[in-house]
């Protein structure tokens, strides 16, 4: 069974990457996806986290595998310069590293191929990042990028901020979070689905 590596370049310097065994269901990635959230030893190329993929920019719900129900999930990916020769090169390492014997047990094949990059040709038409990620990793992966920022993010950042949310209303959780702005929020107090701050009451 041959399983096909995908890769996205989104606005805002940010690309995701699955790996999927037909296409409405992820393939078996469990050892790169422990190693991502543990020791990471893909941090030097710019993977950041693991995240559920959400159902569409519209609907912030979590996608799950039509064949067994089980939530997919996006590599992020922070690059300044994305070329079709680094998504290829990223690609490439994590094929290598699950097509270790220690990683695939099974004999999965897992594929590179011309197919694999997705990404549209021109910059305009880059989606933004709440098109795939779910909106309370999007706050996480900001942090993270722009490490202890704060609630001035967002009017420090205005020519990118809509890479990141491009529709409004924003979540309450990016408003209280990182400042966007408030005047469209939907309801008083409630957070968008998906986002569940520690402080909350």
């Known amino acids: 069974m041959a399983y096909l590596f995908k890769i996205l370049k989104l606005a805002a310097d940010i690309e995701v990457i699955?790996?999927?065994?037909?296409?409405?269901?992820?393939?078996?990635?469990?050892?790169?996806?422990?190693?991502?959230?543990?020791?990471?030893?893909f941090g030097d190329e710019g993977v950041i986290a693991v995240t559920h993929r959400r159902i569409s920019r519209t609907d912030n719900s979590v996608l799950f595998n039509a064949n067994d129900s089980y939530p997919r999930r996006l590599i992020v990916r922070?690059?300044?310069?994305?070329?079709?020769?680094?998504?290829?090169?990223?690609l490439m390492l994590f094929r290598d590293f699950m097509m270790r014997p220690e990683n695939n047990r099974f004999g999965y094949e897992y594929v590179v191929d011309n197919t694999?990059?997705?990404?549209?040709?021109?910059?305009?038409?880059?989606?933004p990042v709440n098109a795939y990620i779910p909106d309370s990793?999007?706050?996480n992966v900001i942090l993270a990028v722009?490490?202890?920022?704060?609630?001035?993010?967002?009017?420090?950042n205005l020519d990118?901020?809509?890479?990141?949310?491009?529709?409004?209303?924003?979540?309450?959780?990016?408003?209280?979070?990182?400042?966007y702005p408030d005047s469209n929020a939907v309801g008083t107090g409630a957070f968008a689905p998906g986002f569940n701050p520690s402080n909350a009451n």
């Open 137 to 139: 990793s999007i706050v």
């Open 146 to 156: 722009y490490e202890n920022d704060d609630k001035t993010w967002y009017s420090r």
């Open 116 to 127: 694999s990059d997705v990404t549209p040709l021109s910059d305009d038409m880059l989606e």
């Open 160 to 179: 990118i901020a809509a890479d990141y949310f491009g529709d409004m209303p924003y979540p309450r959780y990016a408003i209280d979070m990182l400042g």
């Open 18 to 41: 699955w790996c999927e065994k037909s296409p409405r269901d992820d393939a078996f990635l469990y050892p790169l996806v422990k190693n991502i959230e543990g020791a990471n030893q």
């Open 78 to 90: 922070t690059i300044d310069e994305s070329t079709p020769e680094s998504r290829r090169a990223i």
